[in-house]
């Protein structure tokens, strides 16, 4: 069964960085679009950014764009989300998804359980 697991999380202070990783098993992440969500408490999920499958075209949210940059290891089957400028408003669990082929446009087949991030002083 793919497992996705996240890692990276904590508190952080506003203007603060974090850098989010997210590890596969028993599937090779290359040739997959890989996205980063974020749901905080009463709101509905975001997908912050993603990555492309095979030519990693790399898409940003309007809120995260120029603050935040997602990256990939095709060797360790990771995918990065660095994290710069931290806000309160940044304060979600954060978790990736696994696009259904290498697009950021197609549906989302698995996620994993999420890491908490806090921005708060």
């Known amino acids: 069964q793919v497992q996705l697991v996240e890692s990276g999380g904590g508190l952080v202070q506003p203007g603060g960085s974090l850098s989010l990783s997210c ?3 028993r599937l090779a ?3 997959l679009a890989i996205g980063w969500f974020r749901q905080a408490p009463g709101k509905e999920s975001e997908e912050v950014s993603c990555i492309n499958g ?3 075209t790399t898409h940003y949210g309007d809120s995260v764009k120029g603050r935040f940059t997602i990256s990939r290891d095709n060797a360790k089957d990771t995918v990065y989300l660095q ?3 931290l806000t309160p408003e940044d304060t979600a669990n954060y978790y990736c998804v696994i696009h259904n082929g290498d697009s950021c446009a197609g549906p989302t087949i698995y996620r994993g359980q ?3 991030v806090t921005v708060s002083s």
Do not use: C, E, F, P
């Open 54 to 56: 095979n030519i990693d």
């Open 29 to 31: 992440l290359r040739h």
């Open 23 to 25: 590890a596969a098993s």
């Open 83 to 85: 994290m710069n400028s």
């Open 114 to 116: 999420g890491t908490q």
